[in-house]
């Protein structure tokens, strides 16, 4: 029976893992399994499997989680022990918050706006909401809510010092791009273009480790071809957050997605937002 390949850490390492079934030449060599970092409300709690942890070939491990891999010490000597980081990009984002009118149901575990807005927040304990509350939000100057400066240094330093505690670091690629491409559909989301360059970069350093064919790597980038995961929520963009980056992706044309609302522009997703609808 083929060896175990966990794959460990939240939705992006999920990602990884459904990446590299698609693959013959890794679904083949190992058994690819994922083991999530976190629980899903209402859901029973994760079991992790003990024979397949003593039995691993591979533990691929997303560093920057709450919790770290919690079976290491079965782990056996000859397992290949890779680490990547948890992907965050909080600069663009950098009001969000816990909505308190967010709870979760059935059909919404986390919630039907799990990404909310510390100043709709702010305002709502005003006693503000529908229309006049998204007015105030509209006409609120960040610059005193948030120094947006600050905030960026303290969340650069965050994701450079996790990429210093991996293997196979990657956050200064987004450092270096976030500019230029759209790789988060929210701060903790990346959208496909960068779950691909990370399913890749994993699956190159495998080749190396485990005398995968060439191109391999290739094969794992090809999966992401049509498939765009985690994109039913795309979280609006503060507008003096898009100007101080200077985004070069964002403008009058850019659009978000709220579970089904596709197509919205920024006003409209605030409007949602807003009024909780």
């Not at 994760?46 to 691993?56: F, L, M, Q, S």
């Not at 969000?96 to 059935?106: A, E, F, I, L, S």
């Not at 990657?170 to 759209?182: I, K, P, T």
């Not at 903790?188 to 990370?198: Q, V």
Request: charged fraction near 25%; aromatic fraction near 10%; proline fraction near 7%.
């Amino acid at each position: 029976m083929s060896r175990p390949l966990i794959v460990y850490g939240n939705c992006q390492s999920h990602v990884v893992a459904c990446a590299f079934l698609k693959v013959p030449d890794i679904a083949e060599r190992f058994r690819v399994l994922f083991v999530p970092s976190y629980d899903v409300p209402g859901a029973e709690p994760t079991r992790i499997d003990p024979e397949a942890v003593a039995g691993c070939a591979v533990l691929l491990e997303q560093k920057g989680l709450w919790k770290g891999f919690p079976r290491a010490d079965l782990l056996p000597a000859d397992a290949v022990r890779l680490s990547f980081p948890t992907l965050v990009l909080n600069q663009l984002w950098p009001l969000q918050g816990k909505d308190p009118r967010n709870t979760g149901d059935v059909a919404f575990p986390f919630g039907r706006y799990p990404y909310g807005d510390r100043l709709i927040n702010r305002l709502l304990e005003q006693g503000l909401s529908g229309q006049a509350l998204l007015d105030a939000y509209m006409a609120t100057d960040l610059s005193g809510v948030v120094d947006l400066r600050r905030f960026a240094d303290i969340e650069e330093a965050r994701i450079r010092k996790i990429d210093a505690q991996c293997d196979l670091p990657l956050g200064g690629h987004v450092l270096d791009r976030f500019r230029q491409r759209r790789l988060f559909w929210s701060y903790n989301h990346p959208s496909g273009d960068l779950l691909r360059d990370l399913a890749a970069l994993l699956a190159e350093e495998l080749s190396r480790r485990c005398s995968l064919p060439p191109g391999t790597a290739a094969e794992v980038a090809g999966t992401f071809a049509g498939w765009e995961p985690n994109a039913e929520l795309k979280v609006a963009v503060h507008p003096q957050v898009a100007d101080f980056f200077r985004l070069e992706w964002t403008g009058a044309g850019i659009r978000y997605s709220h579970y089904g609302r596709d197509g919205l522009g920024y006003h409209d997703y605030m409007r949602h937002l807003a009024f909780f609808d």
